[in-house]
């Protein structure tokens, strides 16, 4: 009979192998021996194209602008709204019409509060009231989707409205059709090809999400919930990002993908400026650089970029942001949210091109 191994022989038999990471780890040290080698200093170049990428998006807009101050007042305005009842009125309010396609009417729910607040507070707040309603998986992620079609802040809402003021475009029907419209369009679509499993819910079934929490609590435990969205959540997303873009600068492939980018969105009627600080960096600010730009700019631009601001974006937030606030609020893990969010992007990035081509010459 053969002894059994003991559990420092198993360990050790199963070091013999090299593992990929093993393998890319040995890469890196003789790397770095190379690079100290041959380029000194490159490490510190490295490390200060990553510092000057993240400092001003880090600390010039979210820690000493306003944006960052929203924020925080939008987790606490989304709160008040939700202990005065505001949810229960969505939700006999869009019944109707989710009751009608068959889904939850929560589903809606992260959108309104999107457009009053900000996003990372719609998936703090909507995120248990989606599990609460017992909406399905599909129904979270069609959820997550959705809000992707909504301004990001009601900051962003209100600067595109001064900036088609100033391009004279008729700003009610757009409005309607690139955030209001999208609410019901968009859960519709998604419920008939990619999340399907969805159920009709009657307004019954579902319990009542005002909390009873004293109003004094609910001021201050929001405005500690909102600062620690910020701090522990927002930043370091936004700082993950940017330090990856200073790694491609650093490499000379960032000014090719920059050019493609431009290109592309010129192509899809979004004005190229403005859409890559929309897609990068902060669509408040993006839509208070539109109202600038010379009045001689096709109007299509304009439009296809006002759709693109009021969206979900900046790619930080669709791609850290979402994913780490829902996943801990929801049902969903962060691969799943991140899935549907992009669903939702490409979604948006469609009605831009749609409404940028077809809608503007009936807005101006």
């Keep these: 009979m053969k002894k059994d191994q003991s559990p420092q022989s198993m360990v050790t038999g199963s070091r013999t192998k090299w593992h990929m990471w093993e393998v890319i780890g040995v890469l890196l040290v003789f790397g770095s021996f190379l690079l100290l080698l041959f380029a000194p200093n490159s490490l510190s170049q490295l490390f200060n194209i990553m510092l000057q990428e993240v400092k001003p998006v880090v600390v010039d807009i979210f820690l000493t602008s306003e944006i960052g101050v929203a924020i925080i007042v939008s987790v606490i305005t989304g709160r008040i709204l939700e202990r005065l009842g505001f949810t229960d009125g969505l939700i006999r309010i869009f019944t109707p019409f989710m009751k009608w396609m068959n889904i939850n009417p929560s589903v809606v729910v992260p959108s309104v509060y999107n457009i009053l607040g900000d996003i990372n507070a719609a998936g703090k707040i909507a995120g248990p009231i989606l599990v609460k309603a017992n909406a399905t998986k599909a129904e979270q992620k069609m959820a997550v989707a959705t809000m992707i079609q909504s301004p990001q802040s009601f900051a962003t809402f209100v600067l595109g409205l001064i900036a088609l003021a100033a391009f004279n475009i008729s700003a009610f029907p757009l409005v309607i059709l690139s955030i209001f419209v999208p609410m019901i369009v968009v859960p519709f ?8 499993d969805t159920r009709k819910v009657e307004l019954i079934e579902l319990p009542r999400f005002t909390p009873n929490t004293r109003f004094l609590q609910t001021i201050f435990s929001s405005a500690k919930e909102g600062a620690e969205l910020l701090f522990l959540t927002i930043i370091p997303a936004v700082a993950a990002v940017f330090l990856f873009i200073g790694g491609l ?5 960032w000014g ?21 600080v929309s897609i990068l960096a902060a669509p408040t600010l993006a839509v208070a650089q539109l109202a600038e730009l010379a009045a001689t700019i096709d109007p299509r631009l304009i439009v296809g970029s006002f759709v693109l601001a009021n969206s979900g974006l900046p790619l930080s937030v669709i791609f850290g942001q979402v994913p780490v606030t829902w996943a801990e609020s ?3 893990t962060e691969r799943e949210v991140l899935g549907a969010a992009i669903i939702g992007l490409i979604l948006r990035i469609i009605t831009a091109v749609i409404l940028g081509y077809w809608l503007t010459p009936l807005l101006v």
């Design 189 to 196: 679509i998604l419920s008939k090809t990619i999340y399907r």
């Design 249 to 253: 600068k650093f490499a000379g492939i």
């Design 256 to 276: 090719f993908i920059e050019s493609g980018l431009s290109s592309s969105l010129t192509f899809l009627s979004i004005e190229p400026t403005t859409g890559i």
């Design 330 to 332: 929801s049902g969903l």
